[in-house]
């Protein structure tokens, strides 16, 4: 019994003198700020959610950020120095976006919207490919079949 009350009574003296000095607790908050939010989607307009993002700052071989977009297809940073950043977004499944923005020096003429450039300036829909697609293929097909007869009917 006395071995236990001894170290009940230690325990009690111990919890008693440890001072907040030896813990650490966390801070946070939610602010406002201007940052630049790239948005990811495919060429038929389908969001790119929670893809991989990359983003290397000017001139450096290692990443500055990495993270996923959320489910809109969009990723914020905040930079820390102005020049040329690269962004480079990737679904996991061979779908790859690389974007480079601009940077602006506090205190220069910054634009409200750094719009991007357009990733293909000749956009067609996605069933016009389709259609285009399938007759490519009947049409090599048919060729290649009409050669085959002529010439079965020429060795004949």
Do not use: N, W
């Given at each position: 019994?006395?071995?236990?009350?001894?170290?009940?009574?230690?325990?009690?003296?111990?919890?008693?003198?440890?001072?907040?000095?030896?813990?650490?607790?966390?801070?946070?908050?939610?602010?406002?700020?201007?940052g630049y939010c790239i948005t990811a989607m495919y060429d038929d307009g389908e969001l790119m959610s929670y893809a991989a993002v990359e983003i290397k700052a000017p001139g450096a071989e290692i990443v500055f950020q990495t993270g996923r977009t959320d489910r809109n297809g969009r990723f914020m940073i905040l930079t820390d120095k102005p020049g040329t950043w690269q962004a480079a977004v990737s679904d996991g499944m061979g779908h790859r976006l690389a974007l480079d923005f601009e940077v602006i020096p506090e205190g220069e003429n910054q634009?409200?919207?750094?719009?991007?450039?357009?990733?293909?300036?000749?956009?067609?829909?996605?069933?016009?490919?389709?259609?285009?697609?399938?007759?490519?293929?009947?049409?090599?097909?048919g060729f290649f079949y009409g050669w085959k007869a002529r010439r079965a009917k020429n060795g004949s």
């Open positions: 019994m006395k071995p236990i009350l001894i170290f009940l009574t230690g325990m009690v003296v111990a919890m008693a003198t440890v001072s907040e000095g030896l813990c650490h607790g966390v801070e946070g908050y939610v602010e406002t700020v201007e634009p409200k919207d750094q719009s991007v450039a357009p990733i293909s300036t000749g956009k067609t829909s996605r069933p016009i490919k389709t259609i285009a697609g399938l007759s490519i293929i009947f049409g090599l097909c």
